[in-house]
C-alpha cells in the first residue's frame, strides 16, 4: 500500500541554519504531496503541497520539489527562526482517494 | 470566520465510560476525518466520511464509533472497548477533491486516569 517515510527526529539547529527534511513515498499513480506543520498543543496546518511531478511548493521560506523519479518531496529552509520550532509531517493523497497518508513526524528544534 | 472546532480541549475520563468528542466545521466539506496521534507515531486513522449518513473505518476503528448526521458535525464516541484511549485526537475536513487540503481542528486531549 501507499507509504510516506521521513527522517526521524528530533533536529536541532541554530538560528538562520539551513534546514533539509527528507520525505520519500511509495505509492501507485500519481499522489499528491504535502506538508503539514504541527505547532505546540494545536492541529495540523498546511504548510505546501504539489500536485504533479516537478512542481515546487513553497510558503512562508519553505520549499519542496516533488521528484518522481526518486520518490521524493525534501523540504527546505535557506534560514530557520526560533518561531519554526515545530513538528512538521510529510503527506501524499493519492489518486481518487480519500484517505491521507501521513509520515511520523520529525520534530524541529530553532535555538536562538 | 471559516474551520473546525473540537470541544473540549481537554477530557479526562474514568475507566468504563464512554466520551464523546465533538467536531463541527463551517467550510462546507463533504469529507471528514478522525485521526488519534499518540508520542513519536505520527497520525492514525480512526474512521472518516465521505457524505451526510455515511462513513468507513480507518486503520485503527475498534473501540470506537462515530455518526454523520449532518454535513457540518462528526462527533467520535470513545467506548470503553477502547483498551488504550489516552491521546491527542484531531478531527479534519476536506473537500474529498483529489488534490484537497486537509483543513484540522485544534485538537481534544483525552486522558483515562
Known amino acids: 500500500g501507499d507509504s510516506v517515510t521521513q527522517m526521524e527526529g528530533p533536529v536541532t539547529l541554530s538560528e538562520e541554519a539551513f534546514l533539509t527534511i527528507n520525505c520519500t513515498y511509495t505509492?501507485?499513480?500519481?499522489?499528491?504531496l504535502f506538508w503539514y506543520v504541527q505547532y505546540p498543543g494545536e492541529g495540523l496546518q498546511l504548510l505546501l503541497k504539489?500536485?504533479?511531478?516537478?512542481d515546487k511548493g513553497s510558503n512562508k521560506g519553505f520549499e519542496a520539489t516533488y521528484r518522481k523519479e526518486t520518490t521524493s518531496f525534501h523540504l527546505e529552509k535557506g534560514s530557520v527562526q526560533v518561531s519554526d520550532s515545530a513538528v512538521y509531517f510529510c503527506?501524499?493523497?493519492?489518486?481518487?482517494?480519500?484517505?491521507?497518508?501521513f509520515g511520523a513526524g520529525t520534530r524541529l528544534f530553532v535555538k536562538a | 470566520d471559516g474551520g473546525i472546532t473540537q470541544s473540549p480541549k481537554y477530557l479526562f475520563r474514568k475507566e468504563g465510560q464512554n466520551v464523546t468528542l465533538s467536531c463541527e466545521q463551517n467550510?462546507?466539506?463533504?469529507?471528514m476525518y478522525w485521526y488519534r496521534q499518540d508520542p513519536g507515531q505520527g497520525l492514525r486513522l480512526i474512521y472518516y466520511?465521505?457524505?451526510?449518513?455515511?462513513?468507513q473505518k480507518g486503520d485503527i476503528a475498534e473501540g470506537y464509533s462515530v455518526s454523520r448526521e449532518k454535513k457540518e458535525s462528526f462527533p467520535l464516541t470513545v467506548t470503553s472497548a477502547q483498551k488504550n484511549p489516552t491521546a491527542f485526537y484531531l478531527c479534519?475536513?476536506?473537500?474529498?477533491?483529489?488534490?484537497?487540503?486537509?483543513?484540522f481542528g485544534p485538537g481534544t486531549r483525552l486522558t483515562v486516569l
Open positions: 505509492a501507485t499513480g500519481y499522489p499528491s
Open positions: 504539489a500536485t504533479k511531478a516537478d
Open positions: 467550510l462546507n466539506h463533504d469529507a
Open positions: 466520511s465521505q457524505i451526510v449518513n455515511d462513513f
Open positions: 503527506a501524499l493523497l493519492n489518486t481518487g482517494g480519500f484517505k491521507t497518508i
Open positions: 479534519a475536513s476536506s473537500s474529498a477533491g483529489p488534490t484537497d487540503t486537509q483543513y
